[in-house]
């Protein structure tokens, strides 16, 4: 057992995580809202990103079974190298393709390869790290995390508002390769396993396997998941889908301005992560399980304020950044918790299952995802002009839930 946190395996994991991620919060910055630009239509908008999520439900469990059955290293390795492939073939169609097609099908495959890649960065952390140092890994992982989000909004919007969007693809193709080529020397305690009958019949069974140690062994997870679902559809959802509509399309700033602005946004999200990331591996040995759901309720309070804004400002720079503060302070909370949330299941769960026990959290949680980003789209396109209404109907959505989630968490504990 490891008793130092940043051993040589787990530091090239981090750096190539710095890496990777750097390049996947860049192309999801910039390859929705080049359509959004395209189109300006909500609707459009919210069912891409609906369809996008699709593949990482479906591909979860499988990802999370790769992770449990087969060298994690290879896993990672292989995906990135792959996903350097997909951004490539992207930049060579992009002129001769119907683009609305052709980034639905993008998007699909970049986010079906989060769903596989997931679970085995996830599931390294305990075999890479003692349970001493769990927390702090993640905190860890997830500062990591932010930190390339903040940066790669940031950056991806400067040059996309200036050079357009190949440029973006070629740096995020460099990013991909570059971490493939780190993560080969990565070495991640195996143990290979013996495999008995066909795939599918070792899928739904390790799958059954998952869901009965969720539902049975620890059912507090299993109610604990459809709190999260909750958020996803009515709190998440809403930000992702408003964030680039309000700022791009509703608020009146020219093109260029609009982008810029968005990017801005996107980074004070990603900051929002990085802080609370901080804050996580901090104060580790001081965060209480059981008041987690208080998280979650300063999160769903923290949209009223958007919506207000929306109503009574008249100033547009004044809205921008109420909503820009208020989704910062979004994702400090939302990072806390879903660091304390992590490290729950990785010590919770038996080393055999943890790959799989996250992919079926992963997946459970991520089904919500689509269908409220399609809600949004749509209840975005049809109140123009009272777009305030979406946003406080997801606030009182997401308190009424967030209350309830207060007595569930406070369970964990004991479970």
């Not at 591996?281 to 759901?293: N, Q, W």
């Not at 304390?340 to 949680?365: C, H, R």
Request: charged share 10%.
């Amino acid at each position: 057992m490891k008793q130092k946190l940043f051993s040589k395996d787990f530091t090239l994991v981090v750096v190539g995580q710095i890496i990777s991620l750097f390049g996947n919060a860049t192309l999801r910055f910039a390859l929705p809202l080049y359509l959004l630009n395209l189109t300006g239509s909500s609707a459009l908008y919210g069912t891409v990103m609906a369809c996008a999520f699709i593949p990482a439900i479906v591909l979860s469990p499988i990802g999370g079974i790769a992770a449990d059955r087969v060298n994690k290293r290879n896993v990672m390795v292989i995906l990135d190298f792959f996903t350097a492939a997909v951004i490539l073939a992207f930049s060579i169609l992009m002129r001769g393709t119907n683009l609305t097609v052709l980034l639905t099908v993008t998007l699909m495959l970049l986010y079906g390869i989060a769903g596989l890649y997931q679970p085995s960065v996830q599931a390294s952390i305990p075999v890479l790290v003692s349970q001493e140092h769990i927390m702090a890994a993640n905190s860890c992982i997830n500062t990591i995390s932010s930190f390339s989000a903040l940066t790669g909004p940031v950056l991806g919007g400067i040059l996309y508002s200036a050079y357009g969007l190949e440029p973006v693809l070629w740096v995020c193709i460099a990013c991909f390769f570059l971490s493939a080529v780190m993560e080969l020397f990565i070495r991640i305690p195996y143990q290979k396993q013996i495999f008995s009958g066909s795939i599918w019949k070792i899928a739904g069974n390790d799958f059954s396997e998952s869901i009965r140690f969720v539902l049975r062994d620890k059912p507090v997870i299993g109610k604990a998941l459809l709190i999260i679902c909750g958020i996803n559809l009515f709190l998440s959802a809403m930000i992702i889908v408003a964030l680039p509509y309000l700022v791009t399309e509703v608020l009146d700033f020219d093109a260029a301005q609009a982008n810029r602005l968005y990017g801005f946004s996107q980074g004070a999200l990603a900051a929002g992560g990085l802080s609370g990331g901080i804050c996580a591996g901090i104060f580790s040995r001081k965060l209480s399980i059981e008041k987690s759901g208080n998280l979650i309720t300063a999160c769903a309070l923290c949209v009223f304020p958007m919506g207000a804004a929306l109503l009574l400002f008249s100033s547009e720079m004044a809205s921008y950044l109420v909503i820009t503060l208020c989704c910062f302070i979004i994702m400090i909370c939302s990072t806390i918790f879903t660091v304390q949330m992590m490290s729950f299941i990785q010590t919770e769960t038996p080393q055999n299952l943890i790959g799989k026990v996250i992919a079926v959290i992963l997946t459970i949680s991520m089904c919500s995802q689509p269908l409220g980003n399609a809600l949004y789209g749509v209840l975005f396109q049809i109140s123009k002009g009272f777009e305030y209404a979406v946003v406080l109907f997801s606030g009182t959505a997401s308190l009424i839930i967030a209350l309830c989630a207060r007595k569930v968490f406070k369970k964990l504990s004991a479970a």
